[in-house]
């Protein structure tokens, strides 16, 4: 079983509209959590960090419930520019604080 | 600065055939890691690397080596390239050993791999 799991999508939505993504992670010990951006097989880019508390940035919201190895991120108002795919990603101290990287959810966003 | 550098960006190799993937980097960076992206696979961990002189076997390490003689440059090879091996490799970095757990890893264009 793969470490992080998310489902691949392929999320379609129209312009304006919100949109969730959910992911959960085997390794209880897991240290930091983040969504990455990935655009046309280019690199990922830091989307934001996740924390227990919840944490916004304009329109992304991140959740994240340790008690269910869960992740969660929200796109309110969706725009062209946020057609991409998402990666949900953990880190763990051990293996030099590697990423574990899920496959990613694909978003279009559509006029 | 010019971040985390990938060199090259593309190559396709016959099998059996052998090169070497360069990643460089002028942030300073202990950490240094390599990995590949298949179609439909999410990244997957190679070989990563946590200071100078050290290296360790990641997710999926079998076919390839590494080196890390200098802290600002870590190198990939293939010895005998495989046609699994087609693939896109990314090289990444991240800080200094004093606050890890929060900070992003740098990312690389990537280099894009063919193996006929």
């Known amino acids: 079983r793969k470490e992080v799991e998310q489902d691949p999508g392929p999320f379609n939505v129209p312009e304006g509209a919100t949109v969730a993504f959910n992911c959960t992670y085997s390794?209880?010990?897991?240290?930091?959590f983040f969504w990455y951006r990935q655009d046309c097989r280019k690199e990922p880019k830091l989307l934001m960090s996740?924390?227990?508390s919840g944490n916004e940035d304009g329109r992304f919201t991140a959740q994240l419930n340790r008690a269910s190895q869960y992740i969660s991120l929200l796109i309110r108002d969706s725009k062209l520019s946020d057609s991409a795919t998402y990666l949900c990603?953990?880190?763990?101290?051990?293996?030099?604080?590697?990423?574990?990287f899920g496959k990613g959810t694909s978003l279009l966003v559509t006029p | 600065n010019a971040g985390v550098t990938q060199t090259p960006k593309f190559r396709v190799l016959k099998t059996g055939q052998s090169m070497t993937l360069l990643c460089a980097q002028d942030?300073?960076?202990?950490?240094m890691y390599w990995y590949r992206q298949d179609p439909g696979m999410g990244l997957r961990l190679i070989h990563y690397?946590?200071?100078?002189?050290?290296?360790a076997k990641g997710e999926v390490p079998d076919g390839y080596n590494v080196s890390r003689l200098k802290k600002q440059n870590f190198l990939l090879g293939l010895e005998s390239a495989a046609p699994s091996q087609t693939s896109v490799y990314f090289c990444?970095?991240?800080?200094?050993?004093?606050?890890?757990?929060?900070?992003?890893?740098?990312f690389g264009d990537g280099t894009r791999l063919s193996i006929l």
């Open positions: 990603v953990v880190m763990n101290s051990n293996s030099g604080y590697a990423l574990n």
């Open positions: 390794n209880s010990a897991s240290q930091s």
């Open positions: 996740v924390y227990s």
């Open positions: 942030m300073n960076h202990e950490y």
């Open positions: 690397s946590v200071g100078e002189g050290t290296t």
């Open positions: 990444a970095s991240l800080g200094d050993r004093g606050s890890i757990s929060n900070q992003p890893q740098h």
